[in-house]
């Protein structure tokens, strides 16, 4: 019988603190990376201020809640939505926030950041999507992907010049935010959802025989890789769970394997279902400035596979519940070698992964009160991090 493994989730103060902080992104909560992330901080910061709140745009049944949301050029499953000017500067004095965080370069974003220079209040900027580099992706040579990476590049460097300080949460975007003129940048960690962190999770027993994909259909995601997996490893389950401009190619795919099946966008309490549900996670990503996803199938008690390209790699503390697809080496390949561990070994893997999430979401959350604090200029009695959780390594 599989047992169930509770997590080791600290409270991190007995007392409420009188801040009240403001998030302003352009992505809708639980929609993307972004979106997730500050979604799972509030969850878990919020206690702890008087107020913090996010202003973005969201999608109420089938409607955003925005001032225009328009297409977005090249992917039908994403909006490029536009705030109301007015009502986001009355929410933001009703707020009266002591600092605010902007989360994103979009129309939000920039506002955002004009707004806190009217209210004289600080700003934090975080830097999570390396834009510039998923235009030459998309667009590389065309006059579009030149119009793009421009306009990204202003807006970062926009952002950036009005930063107290830019955050990242890998040492590679730490790096491009330095090259694009942030003068102070501070490396941050990744929270879990309260739901990941705090449902028992079932005790992994070795198997290995379904592995997940779980992130939006695109081309950084690097899906191909998950296909030929499923080619090479027929007697083996994948899913495919998310949406995006290449669902259509993996619906393809999933029709002619037999061992490949999409599942479409899925909500946090679905996802966390069909996390639980498999043995491994696969993220093959070209480049991810982290990969929440990867953290949160950690806390789940299960194996994962991850890119060289991923910034969660990049982690030491993390290494331990990780296995990476070095340059030269391939998905398949990865998973075999981990199909040649014995159960044992594996299900000391993934529970020893569970541990070191849990551990780097405390840390995260205790390092996030310290620099609200440090922003503010004001000291704070909380405990300084473990430099090996909050240390950027590399993946040798």
Not at 63 to 89: E, I, M, V, Y
Not at 240 to 250: E, H, V, W
């Amino acid at each position: 019988m599989n047992q169930r493994v509770v997590a080791s989730f600290l409270p991190l103060s007995d007392s409420q603190t009188g801040l009240r902080v403001a998030v302003i992104s352009d992505a809708a909560p639980g929609r993307n990376g972004v979106g997730a992330y500050y979604q799972d901080l509030t969850g878990q910061l919020e206690p702890q201020l008087q107020a913090l709140e996010v202003f973005s745009p969201r999608l109420v049944g089938d409607r955003w809640d925005c001032g225009l949301a328009l297409p977005l050029p090249g992917d039908s499953t994403q909006k490029l939505c536009l705030p109301n000017p007015f009502r986001l500067a009355r929410e933001l004095r009703e707020l009266d926030p002591h600092l605010i965080i902007v989360a994103t370069p979009g129309a939000y974003g920039l506002l955002g950041a004009y707004l806190a220079r009217r209210m004289k209040c600080p700003l934090l900027v975080g830097f999570h999507t390396a834009f510039e580099q998923l235009t030459q992706l998309y667009w590389q040579g065309s006059w579009r992907g030149r119009l793009v990476y421009k306009l990204a590049q202003w807006s970062h460097r926009y952002l950036f010049r009005r930063a107290q300080s830019v955050l990242a949460n890998s040492q590679e975007m730490l790096d491009l935010a330095r090259q694009m003129g942030a003068s102070d940048t501070r490396l941050i960690g990744t929270p879990l959802s309260r739901d990941f962190a705090l449902a028992p999770a079932y005790h992994h027993q070795g198997e290995l025989r379904k592995v997940l994909f779980a992130g939006r259909l695109a081309a950084e995601k690097n899906l191909d890789a998950v296909v030929e997996a499923a080619k090479t490893l027929p007697d083996w389950q994948f899913s495919i769970a998310g949406d995006g401009p290449l669902r259509g190619q993996m619906e393809a795919a999933a029709e002619r394997l037999p061992n490949l099946r999409v599942l479409g966008w899925l909500n946090r309490e679905q996802l966390l279902a069909e996390v639980d549900a498999h043995h491994a996670l696969l993220l093959p990503s070209h480049f991810e400035s982290f990969g929440t996803i990867a953290l949160e199938v950690m806390a789940r008690g299960r194996l994962v596979v991850v890119s060289h390209g991923c910034g969660i790699a990049q982690w030491p503390s993390l290494r331990a519940g990780l296995n990476v697809i070095e340059p030269g080496s391939n998905a398949a390949e990865v998973l075999l070698e981990l199909a040649r561990l014995t159960p044992a070994e594996r299900s000391w893997q993934a529970l020893a992964g569970r541990g070191l999430a849990l551990t780097l979401n405390n840390r995260c959350i205790e390092h996030w009160q310290q620099l609200l604090f440090a922003t503010l200029g004001v000291d704070s009695d909380l405990p300084q991090l473990d430099s090996m959780i909050l240390s950027p390594g590399t993946s040798d």
